[in-house]
């Protein structure tokens, strides 16, 4: 849950939304591409992955954010960075 608070906290930055907001559009994209039974606490880094290249792109694109592939290289490179957050999760 963590590493979505900080995702959704940059996404926020990216996309001049709120910060709830932004955790909101990720949670909906995680639901969009597991399904609404999936825990969070069970999300692994390529899941997470795929989320963000699939069902949060095309959440962004269909609220007409600028610059799209660029937000979602640089959610990618920091949960590259971060990835520790969800192993640490998992323990």
């Keep these: 849950m963590e590493v979505i608070k900080y995702l959704g ?3 926020a930055k990216f996309t001049q939304i709120s910060s709830p907001g932004a955790r909101g559009l990720i949670k909906l994209a995680l639901i969009d ?3 609404p039974f999936k825990p969070l606490q069970h999300i692994t880094y390529k899941e997470l992955k795929l989320v963000i290249e699939n ?11 600028n610059n799209t592939n660029k937000i979602i290289e640089e959610l990618l490179d920091l ?13």
């Design 55 to 65: 069902a949060l792109k095309k959440r962004l694109n269909s609220l007409n954010i």
């Design 33 to 35: 591409e597991f399904g």
């Design 9 to 11: 906290n940059s996404l």
């Design 79 to 91: 949960l590259a960075k971060y990835q520790s957050l969800i192993v640490m999760e998992n323990i």
